[in-house]
């Protein structure tokens, strides 16, 4: 019976960044992902939304951790290659890109706030009114002349980042640290044993004895992880709600400023680039016009997510943007993509939780917070590590 | 000034792809009924009246659909089983200039050709067909009868099985004796040589060839396809592939194909949905049996091919007694009187012949060792124009005497006269030496090009090998090039410049007919579904392929600029062969999702429509484990317009 020190069990980045960091140290892993493959439920996401809207001290954090020079720091150690920078000198454009990006937070209800706090962190957010408010937001069209009360709050230098190029980058390099075998894709039947865990994958059962397992609890693993629970007779500790998220893409009449996130009431903009936001960028001829919406929808149970994908309320808060607050007389949808993400409580700084399964000697760990914005998988995933250590 | 949304759920939603040529089809009509006759809600949504534009894929089974009205209404519906209607997967594995206007899929060919006798498109002095299946051979045989034009078929896969090409024997032969190449080959490049006319490099076994065309058609098929797909497995989200033509003469073999496939469905989605079939099991199962018997029939053809062999221009002695011993041929009655040959050698799943034969006398046994009963073949001739292969003739040939008879059917604008002389090929279309025109018969109702039956006394020792006519000497006078009215040209200005165009034409078509086409028209559907036309007509964005030509138009037209990738995949985002293969390779990525995450793969503005069965046949090259069974859900199938007139408000 082949033995390692640990099984990481899950289906996104964070699994793969612990098991960068462990390996690193010495330790000897294997990855099972109940998916076909890695990223199937695209569970991270390049920025944080504010969504919903954080109180002030976790606003606070939450900017600083949104900081590109923070983003940087914590991105960079974890990404066996080059990461790049927009602006900046970039050199190699397939590289994943941290792009510094202003927001723009159009809402007199929390200008003053933002723009406080902001200023307190050394951000020089600038203030926007009326026309310039407007005229400063991705997407709007210059046919939109009326701007009264609007107020707008642009705050510099926060980061996103190209999520498919950095995980992908990610996921080559584990694979060729700890090799193909130590990463089993389609793993079913998953069974904890007092020293080892038996599954099957490509058809075959196999059996691993090792010391202990971290189960990485992202959305789609729900009811495979509240089943292992009921198992061990075990409540899980903390029961995350699910957030349906949109993420719509349309193509704009007119090119769109690639250096701005808008946020408009619950809604984010921006122009949809890969790489750096350089015409060389690949687009299929509408440089700067794919504009990506995210919209956050409901919370909700697992088995309601239907009746709100694309539902009637989604349509509505498009409407309100594209038709009337951009003025567009028409739009063109090319693509939405959904997905569920486990909501993150507007009073917590981390999202990171973990916990215990105890089932006989192997009590496997559960850890929770591995999903949303990118910056906060990638975290989550180097303190899963450090706390194995 | 806002758009109504409707919620809805049915059991099961038929729904109708991107860029079909016509709806509903027969596998639609099949699905529907028989499942609506098994009690589940079904709705059929295409056409005109609600545009399907996409599906969300539950968890679990089923998929949110969203829908379009004509009143721009948004239609939610939540379905526990989806069936889409794919279109024919037509477009080839990745060439250097494949995403030109010098290569068009075959339905775009089947639009642009029109019907009746002329083209206003020149489609001679050759066009080149990529693909051998059944289809592809008839549009040959349909270009070289109409028009009078050279056709090549290009055969790319050779892993047909014991066949070396996809198509019926039947045809093949029809396409060859009418002059028709076929060539093994695999395509190297298509470059522009003149305003019509392209080089086309392609690769055999001795080297490599070039080719000169007016335009290349894409037809395929390229590989072996499922034509019936469920992805993920066990979500009751089905694909069918619409291989049905308006008319079952076309392509007998799609559309039999697409009838059973959409029989095989049926029964699945209704075994899915229903929990309690009671008494009706047994008639589900026989439904079942039966498609997946015909199915493995479609098959048959190219496991078990029969095409005779030649010593130089005659059949082999071996197989000319093989061939005289066929059940489809007379034995005996031929020596007294003309009677019907039915020399269909394969397995194939056609029956044309037999059910337009009056007396009965064409009975396919299921083994077909019986076919022909001679006894009551009275010679009416009903059988030859029936079938679109040309096969069945009229044979007499009288013991002892210096001649035989033999009735063909001849399909051209210079009919025959009795008392002409005529080239006699062989079933390769090798001439084997001259017959005289002993009568002719006009067959009634036969669109253009008019259908003759040309009786032809040929030397006895031919009676077995002529098997088509051609002209002595001088070539066809079928079609003239650039025989177009002149006086129903109307001037427009296209990019600032005066042209001249035909009047009430599509403006894609127009496009065509004057050389100013570009790559992305090359989908050309009748509804305006792909969404890729986007031309600006008076000053308004608007899809070509759904206004027309008038006086005084002012169009203008957004050119691709740069030379594309000698391999590229994706058109749109200019995404490369070999950048697939390599993320594919270094990330050793597993599923079609992840090679679309790292690449963005259909993901411009076609939606895949150009790239994504090229996109799957590289990955099942590349050897991802189901990628033959995929199906990309991505929402929407097409470019998605919403306007102002149609947004939402509570119902």
């Known amino acids: 019976m082949a033995e390692v020190d640990l099984v990481l069990i899950g289906n996104g980045l964070a699994p793969l960044i612990t098991a960068a960091r462990l390996v690193r140290d010495g330790r000897s892993v294997l990855l099972l992902n109940p998916d076909r493959d890695f990223f199937e439920e695209d569970s991270e996401l390049s920025f944080d939304p504010f969504f919903p809207w954080p109180e002030t001290r976790q606003l606070q954090s939450r900017l600083k951790e949104a900081e590109l020079d923070s983003l940087i720091q914590v991105l960079r150690p974890e990404f066996p290659g080059s990461v790049e920078v927009w602006p900046g000198d970039s050199r190699d454009p397939r590289a994943p890109y941290i792009r510094s990006r202003s927001r723009l937070v159009l809402s007199q209800a929390r200008a003053d706030e933002l723009l406080v706090l902001a200023d307190d962190l050394g951000f020089a957010p600038a203030e926007f009114e009326g026309i310039k408010a407007l005229k400063a937001f991705p997407g709007v069209s210059p046919r939109r002349t009326d701007a009264q009360g609007l107020r707008g709050v642009l705050v510099p230098r926060l980061g996103d980042v190209d999520v498919s190029r950095y995980r992908n980058g990610v996921l080559e390099f584990v694979r060729e640290r700890i090799g193909a075998s130590a990463i089993a894709c389609g793993a079913s039947q998953i069974d904890f044993m007092d020293d080892a865990v038996r599954f099957l994958a490509g058809g075959y059962p196999q059996t691993i004895r090792t010391q202990q397992v971290v189960i990485y609890w992202t959305p789609k693993l729900t009811s495979w992880v509240l089943s292992q629970c009921r198992a061990a007779e075990q409540k899980p500790s903390v029961l995350p709600q699910l957030r349906l998220w949109e993420e719509w893409s349309v193509i704009s009449r007119d090119p769109l400023d690639p250096g701005v996130i808008g946020h408009f009431n619950e809604l984010c903009i921006w122009a949809g680039i890969e790489g750096a936001a350089a015409p060389h960028a690949p687009t299929d001829g509408d440089a700067f016009k794919r504009m990506q919406i995210l919209r956050p929808g409901r919370l909700l149970l697992a088995d309601e997510m239907e009746r709100f994908w694309a539902s009637k309320e989604s349509f509505v808060s498009l409407e309100l943007l594209i038709n009337e607050f951009m003025a567009w007389d028409r739009f063109r949808v090319r693509g939405l993509k959904v997905r569920a993400l486990f909501e993150r409580s507007p009073a917590d700084e981390s999202s990171f939780r973990s916990w215990n399964l105890a089932r006989g000697d192997l009590e496997p760990k559960v850890v929770v917070g591995v999903d949303g914005p990118i910056a906060g998988v990638v975290a989550a995933g180097a303190r899963v590590a450090e706390e194995l250590a | 000034m806002s758009l109504m949304f409707r919620e809805g759920a049915l059991d099961l939603l038929i729904l109708a792809g991107p860029r079909l040529s016509h709806w509903p089809s027969v596998g639609v009509r099949t699905l529907a009924r028989i499942t609506a006759d098994f009690g589940l809600n079904v709705g059929v949504y295409g056409g005109d009246d609600l545009s399907p534009r996409g599906i969300m894929p539950l968890p679990g089974t089923g998929a949110i659909a969203l829908l379009q009205d004509v009143q721009g209404r948004v239609h939610r519906m939540r379905g526990r089983a989806i069936a889409r209607i794919g279109a024919r997967a037509e477009l080839p594995d990745p060439f250097d200039g494949w995403y030109s206007d010098g290569l068009i899929p075959l339905s775009t060919a089947h639009r642009l050709i029109g019907a009746g006798d002329r083209s206003h498109l020149s489609w001679g002095p050759a066009t080149v067909i990529l693909g051998t299946g059944n289809a592809a051979l008839q549009f040959g045989v349909d270009l070289i009868e109409r028009f009078g034009v050279e056709v090549a078929c290009i055969e790319v896969n050779t892993q047909w099985g014991a066949k070396r090409f996809a198509a019926w024997e039947v045809i093949r032969r029809r396409f060859e004796v009418l002059g028709g190449r076929i060539i093994e080959a695999r395509p190297l490049s298509l470059r522009r040589m003149s305003a019509q006319l392209w080089e086309l490099r392609v690769e055999d076994a001795r080297g490599v060839k070039i080719l000169e065309a007016t335009r290349v058609v894409s037809a395929g098929p390229f590989r072996t396809t499922a034509g019936l797909r469920e992805f993920p497995p066990g979500s009751m989200l089905f694909e069918l592939e619409a291989t049905a033509s308006p008319s079952k003469r076309q392509d007998f073999e799609g559309w039999y194909s697409e009838e059973e496939r959409a029989r095989a469905l049926a029964v699945r989605i209704i075994k899915g949905l229903v929990a309690d079939l009671g008494g009706r099991r047994e008639e589900l199962d026989r439904i079942q049996k039966r498609a997946r018997a015909r199915l493995k029939r479609i098959e048959q053809h190219r496991l078990a091919p029969f095409s005779p062999s030649y010593q130089g221009k005659w059949v082999s002695p071996g197989d000319a007694k093989q061939v005289r011993a066929f059940a489809g041929v007379p034995q005996t009655e031929h020596h007294r009187r003309p009677v019907a040959s039915i020399e269909c050698f394969e397995a194939i799943v056609c029956n044309l012949c037999e059910t337009a034969c009056p007396e009965g006398a064409i009975q396919f046994s299921k083994d077909r060792t019986e076919i022909l009963i001679e006894s009551k073949c009275t010679a009416c001739g009903l059988c030859l124009p029936a079938c679109p292969s040309s096969t069945p003739l009229l044979l007499q040939e009288k013991e002892g005497a210096a001649n035989a008879q033999i009735t063909l059917p001849w399909r051209n604008h210079k009919p025959w006269r009795v008392g002409e ?52 000497g001088v070539p066809d006078e079928r079609y003239r090039e650039g025989d177009q009215d002149h006086a129903a040209r109307i001037e427009i200005q296209l990019n600032g410049e005066r042209r001249l165009v035909r009047d009430g034409v599509p403006i ?61 995949l994706c058109p749109c985002l200019k995404v490369t062969l070999n950048e697939v293969r390599e993320r594919i390779r270094q990330g050793k990525l597993e599923s079609p999702e992840a090679v679309i995450s790292a690449t963005h793969v259909g993901e411009g503005r076609c939606h895949g429509q150009l790239c994504i069965e090229g996109f799957r046949r590289v990955l099942a090259s590349e050897g991802l484990v189901g990628a033959d069974a995929w199906i990309d859900w991505r929402f929407p199938w097409s470019d998605w317009v919403l306007t102002t007139s149609s947004n939402v408000k509570n119902q």
């Open chain 2, 508 to 568: 894609v078509e127009a496009l065509y007919e004057t050389g100013q086409s570009r790559p992305r028209e090359m989908l050309f559907c009748p509804d305006g579904s792909c969404g890729m036309c986007q031309v600006e007509v008076d000053g308004v964005k608007k899809l070509a392929c759904k206004e027309s030509m008038h006086p005084k138009l002012s169009l203008k037209l957004e050119r691709e600029t740069g030379a594309p990738d000698p391999d590229l």
């Open chain 2, 421 to 472: 002389l005529s080239t006699l090929v062989n079933r390769r279309g090798e001439s084997l030496g001259s017959g005289r025109v002993s009568a002719v018969t006009p067959v009634e109702g036969s669109t253009a090009p008019p259908m003759q039956l040309v009786q032809v006394e040929v030397p006895a020792h031919l009676a077995w090998d002529a098997r088509g006519l051609r002209r002595l």
